[in-house]
């Protein structure tokens, strides 16, 4: 979980340096230095609780941590969204760059269509407004890393380990 928070923490850099939108930039950078912050902190009480061993404070005191962390990764997803619907600029050349462009566009074309979708949608109201029983959650970044990539979907149970994994090659 750690190691997946300091994924994410690229991934959160490497967006806020796309960003066209100074104050959702900042938001990045903030979100991402807590959750680098968090994601340190976990790594190191477990590796203490390993060594110390099994004990209901520090097994605790582990559980409090990885929670925080998903919350600090939450919260950066969250200005993650913010930052694509603002505008993000041209990628740098860095693959990473890239794949992080990409991979906040295909949210932000999901978000569209389901936008475009709810339009249509004939349950309003007599003002045009989404009726709260019958509406649809929005598509979400979170919701976008928790479905396994399109080109992992046929890889075997144990893949053999690869070399040199960029912010975006592991599942979140």
């Known amino acids: 979980i750690a190691s997946d928070g300091q994924v994410v923490v690229r991934f959160g850099h490497i967006l806020a340096k796309q960003c066209l939108d100074q104050r959702c930039s900042t938001e990045l950078l903030r979100a991402s230095e807590h959750t680098h912050t968090l994601s340190s902190q ?12 099994e004990s209901k404070a520090s097994s605790e005191l582990l559980l409090n941590n990885a929670q925080n962390l ?31 462009a990409a991979f906040c566009l295909q949210w932000k074309k999901n978000l569209s269509c389901h936008r475009a979708k709810e339009a249509l949608n004939s349950s309003r109201d007599e003002l045009g407004l989404r009726k709260t029983r ?14 396994p990539p399109p080109q992992s979907r046929n890889i075997p149970k144990h893949p053999s380990p690869t070399k040199g994994h ?7």
């Open 166 to 172: 960029t912010a975006m090659d592991r599942h979140l």
């Open 134 to 147: 019958e509406a649809r959650v929005e598509p979400t970044l979170m919701a976008l890393v928790q479905e």
């Open 70 to 100: 998903v919350r600090a990764v939450r919260n950066l997803l969250r200005a993650a969204e913010a930052a694509s619907v603002k505008g993000l600029g041209q990628p740098s050349p860095d693959p990473e760059a890239e794949e992080v």
């Open 42 to 53: 976990l790594s190191i009480v477990a590796r203490v609780k390993a060594v110390t061993g």
